[in-house]
């Protein structure tokens, strides 16, 4: 029996097994089998693999990777987006190789990759899809461009997302696994676990061969998310939908498609239509900020922006600049909203916020 085949027996099993409290241990269990040899599958079926792979050199303040079916117009979008010059064709598999551009935006440079179009079972190495797939699990924000005509595709690119460890707008959990030498499996909680129990805690963690571990939970999290915690080898990526072409479609036709895919983006990438505002949320969903850098006794350099993440302490920016600044960090002045005066002192755990304005002061 191949690895294929023993899935398909473990969600079978799954299948015909009633979830009760009875059960719940023994289901965990039989998903921890199932994530241990889809992960085993992936491994072979891309070891047999030959050819070149995707080499990616990344740039810029954030990456961005256009997913989606062959033929959705992801090239013409990239083309839109950025200063790329992607090829352009109406037949399928236009894209051959990655094709990277950069979108300047609210003085962000964001890289964003044209990737050859997936088809089903890319995840498992058909098309080259794990090589395809690979650059999104590295990527700060996904973008998933659907055909206006074919939405349903939309559940297949997220079962191959997640198949290859990608968990597109989800958080990662807080949950901290320790090994230990003995002792056995302690578990300890800060919050109410409303899907597992010490049962299904130490059922599923005795299938990843850990027998003595210190297990802390934070979060309440399911059966699968607690797999995802084990394998620790998932990507927690922000992730958009957008759907092209709109513009050969009336409103009704987009209000059918709002009822089962509540929040897309509708664009045109042929007829340039949202584009400015597509640009704006793949801003907002980096959680970038703009911090303007002022050095002594000279004006704030409003031209050219530092971008950070949102949450950025005034250390983590001197880190940015250079080591020197880190090490002989003094103090800093802020003006700008996170701040309750202009030109406030700070220390190096402060929180920077967007606009602000910041001057380092290093020791002599």
Known sequence: MDIDDKIKKIEDEI??????????HHIGKLKAKISKLKEESIKRK???VKGKGFHVKKSG???????????????TLLNELTNAESKVGDYQFTTLDIVPGIMEYKGAKIQIFDIPGIITGASGGKGRGKEILSVARTADIILIVLDVFNPQHLDIILNELRDIG?????????????????????????????????KIIRSIINEYGMHNADVLFRDDITIDQFIDVLEANRSYIPLLILLNKVDLVDNSYLEEIEKTIPQFIPISADKKLNIDFLKNQIFENLNLIRIYLKPQGKKADYEDPLIIKNGTTVLDVCGKLHRDFVKNFRHGKVWGKSVKFPGQKIGPDHVLEDKDVLRVILKK
Do not use: C, W
């Open 166 to 198: 990608i968990r597109p707008n989800e958080k990662e959990p807080d949950v901290t696994v320790r090994r230990k030498k003995i002792g056995g499996v302690n578990v300890s909680s800060t919050v109410e676990l409303t899907h597992l129990d010490d």
């Open 15 to 24: 299948q015909k097994t009633p979830y009760n409290k009875a059960t719940s």
């Open 61 to 75: 303040d954030s990456t961005a990777v256009l997913v989606g079916f062959p033929s959705v117009g992801k090239s």
């Open 46 to 48: 891309s070891s047999g």
